[in-house]
């Protein structure tokens, strides 16, 4: 399923959660020099607390990302197929709150089928794109219910995240497939929603 010149990620966490690392992921590309599509079923209200070292994104970066927001499954789609077609190509395309397209009342398909469906086109699109730009295209998405302990996500993405909040606390942990390193970083939470990175650890997974 997967091509060299495609990096899929998938964060798995609370929607409380979603807006704040989309967002911080959105600058990150961009400051890069990344086009960057963003898209989320409802507006941003605000603009999201990031990592409390993390400076306001320029100008020229902010001119590199694009929100766009899609109520439902059938806009998302509209939008997937024509990504290719924009003026600007996009080489990176985030997508905050997944589970919004995957349980839309309109799908009649079964649900297993459905997810598998939006995965490939979400998937196909970038591939188009990085065809186009002759260059690798970046997907990352965010999920709390749907993709979550799913078999699906290892067959459409490559690198999963899990992020758990407690006390306080942010748990950001790499999920590992077989024997292999597993990254984990702790932030500690503001009360502004802010964070600050407190520790980084590595333990192996069997």
Known sequence: MFSKNIKTTLLCGPKIL????????AIYWAERGRRVVYISPTPLERRPAVCHDRSNPTVAA???MRFI???DYETLIEQLV?????AAVPSVLLIDDLDNYF???TIKNDSVMHIARTCALIFHSMKSCSRILKMNAYVCAWTNSSLTNNFLQ??????IWNLTEEDGKIIVERVAIGLSLK???KYHKFEDGMRALQQIFDFVEA
């Open 18 to 25: 979603s807006k704040s690392f989309m967002f911080e992921a």
């Open 62 to 64: 902010l001119d590199l």
């Open 183 to 185: 990254p984990s970083y």
């Open 69 to 71: 927001y899609l109520p």
């Open 103 to 105: 349980t839309d009342e």
């Open 154 to 159: 290892t067959i459409y993405f490559r690198n």
């Open 82 to 86: 024509k990504l290719h077609t924009y």
